[in-house]
């Protein structure tokens, strides 16, 4: 089992910058990349950028050249700095982990953390 802790949503302008961090715990030597999914109101859960143990990082179009996803591997903790920040950003953030435990894969979700961008 693994559990995840994010923080650092809020209110921001546009073109304001926050940092989100999410940190786990648990069987966190099972988890193979973390990342960060969002979900505006009233629409699904899309991906916004995920980091892999191995050091890659996936990035949906719409927030490319503006996120960045970092993280600690060793302590399976990851990070997300919004820079530029659009009212489009609007929505709720979402911690993720992709666990394995031999051939069964497991998606864990922390809690979601508000992110409201508006003047």
């Known amino acids: 089992q693994v559990q995840l802790v994010g923080s650092g949503g809020g209110l921001v302008q546009p073109g304001g910058s926050l940092r989100l961090s999410c940190a786990a715990s648990?069987?966190?030597?099972?988890?193979?990349?973390m990342g960060w999914y969002r979900q505006p109101t009233g629409k699904q859960r899309e991906l916004v950028a995920t980091?892999?143990?191995?050091?890659?990082?996936d990035y949906a179009d719409s927030v490319k050249g503006r996120f960045t996803i970092s993280g600690d591997n060793a302590k399976k903790t990851v990070y997300l700095q919004m820079d530029n920040l659009k009212p489009e950003d609007t929505a709720v953030y979402y911690c993720?982990?992709?666990?394995?435990?031999?051939?069964?894969?497991?998606?864990?979700w922390g809690q979601g953390t508000q992110v409201t961008v508006s003047s």
């Open positions: 980091l892999t143990s191995g050091g890659r990082t």
């Open positions: 648990g069987s966190i030597f099972t988890i193979s990349t």
């Open positions: 993720y982990a992709e666990s394995w435990v031999g051939r069964a894969g497991s998606d864990y």
